[in-house]
């Protein structure tokens, strides 16, 4: 069973920037794709970024775009999020995602990624 562990929420004021982590328990088929996702109270999840280990690729939602950076380090099972310009409309609770097929599922707007990190929070302020 996959473990996802995310870190680095907190609290900032609007322009400011946060790197968030995801530690996975193993690299392995289960988490070769990954993802970041964010739910703010009374909305939809939503798709933040994603990427592939192998062939480098990357996804990214338009309302992050330019201002996110998604990347990935091997040796450390780790994925990063840098969110940088934070905007008060990127408060929510950020959730690490992984699944094989991942890039597949985002791509048919589908979030049932087979295992999720109990998420981390971000406010930024006004």
């Known amino acids: 069973q996959v473990q996802l562990v995310e870190s680095g929420g907190g609290l900032v004021q609007a322009g400011g920037s946060l790197r968030l982590s995801c530690v996975a328990s193993?690299?392995?088929?289960?988490?070769?794709?990954m993802g970041w996702f964010r739910q703010a109270p009374g909305k939809e999840r939503e798709l933040v970024a994603a990427i592939v280990w192998s062939g480098g690729y990357t996804h990214y939602s338009d309302s992050v775009k330019g201002r996110f950076t998604i990347s990935g380090d091997n040796a450390r099972n780790t994925v990063y999020l840098q969110m940088n310009s934070l905007k008060p409309e990127d408060t929510a609770t950020y959730y690490c995602?992984?699944?094989?097929?991942?890039?597949?599922?985002?791509?048919?707007?589908?979030?049932?990624?087979?295992?999720w990190g109990k998420g981390t929070l971000v406010t930024v302020s006004s």
């Open positions: 995602a992984s699944d094989p097929r991942l890039q597949t599922k985002i791509m048919q707007g589908h979030y049932d990624m087979a295992f």
């Open positions: 193993e690299r392995t088929f289960d988490t070769s794709e």
